[in-house]
């Protein structure tokens, strides 16, 4: 098996000449290789049945199945599963597959050794009562002692979210998919957890370093100028910390 830093660089080998293997594209790619040390915490076996909900253009999915061969990874998006098909071609995976579909319609009754879901909380789910539905339908999902890996940046994982918020109301960006954009409450969702008998193994804190600048900013969201002081830049989809939570079905 391949260590983060051997993931890497076959990551940018195999990306150059590709929008992808540019440097800033890159960097949002690799994501100082959370999506596989954020994985490894469950501590995943030969033969295991893996899915990734809410995959997107399937990253998470992808670099997991390259570090894992021997593990199958499943992806699942309500838009932009051709996208991660066309990502995974580059890396010739047959350990890996994606489907278009709404996750909350899907019937996989107890197939799963694991379920992840790598920033997409938030975008799937608008408030508690999504979180507790779409938690129920992944329960359904899970083989007994099952896992469930959240990475997610909830509310208390952002300074000034409330000024943010706003400087997303002004400037009225919504990407594809992404019109119910929310970011939770951590609260909301390990008490869903509780409710729903997911026993948490590990709740960590997962800081990034990279760094946004005024102009990028303002440029991001087509602003001339902000409406009040920042004391640092950031996008909802990248953050200065993430929480990852480990999970099992009791």
């Known amino acids: 098996m391949l260590d ?3 993931l890497r660089v076959l990551m940018r080998e195999k990306l150059k000449g590709t929008v992808w293997g540019t440097s800033k ?17 469950l501590d995943p076996r030969v033969g295991w049945k893996v899915l990734d909900v809410g995959c997107g253009d ?8 390259i570090m894992y061969g021997q593990v199958f990874f499943l992806g699942i ?15 010739e995976l047959s350990n890996c597959d994606f489907i278009e579909g709404n996750i909350f319609t899907m019937n996989f009754r107890e197939t799963f050794e694991a379920v992840m879901l790598y920033f997409s909380l938030g975008n799937i789910c608008a408030g508690k009562g999504d979180v507790a539905m779409l938690l129920r339908k992944i329960r359904e999902f899970l083989k007994r002692k099952g896992k469930l890996l959240i990475v997610e940046p909830f509310q208390d994982d952002f300074r000034e979210i409330n000024k943010l918020n706003i400087v997303y109301e002004i400037s009225g960006i919504k990407g594809v998919g992404e019109e119910k954009e929310t970011i939770l ?19 960590v804190k997962y800081e990034f370093s990279w760094k946004v600048s005024e102009r990028e900013f303002l440029e991001y969201f087509g602003l001339p100028r902000l409406p009040f002081k920042l004391s640092e830049y950031y996008y909802r989809d990248k953050p200065k910390r993430a929480t990852v939570i480990v999970a099992f079905k009791h």
Do not use: P
């Open 77 to 91: 998006d309500l838009y932009e599963a051709e996208d991660a098909h066309a990502n995974a071609k580059l890396f």
């Open 25 to 41: 594209y890159f960097e949002e790619v690799w994501m100082n290789g959370l999506r596989v040390k954020a994985f490894s915490m």
């Open 4 to 6: 983060f830093e051997e």
């Open 185 to 203: 409450n951590l609260n909301d969702v390990i008490n869903c957890l509780s409710t729903l008998d997911f026993h948490i193994v590990k709740k």
């Open 58 to 65: 399937g990253w998470s999915t992808i670099q997991n199945a």
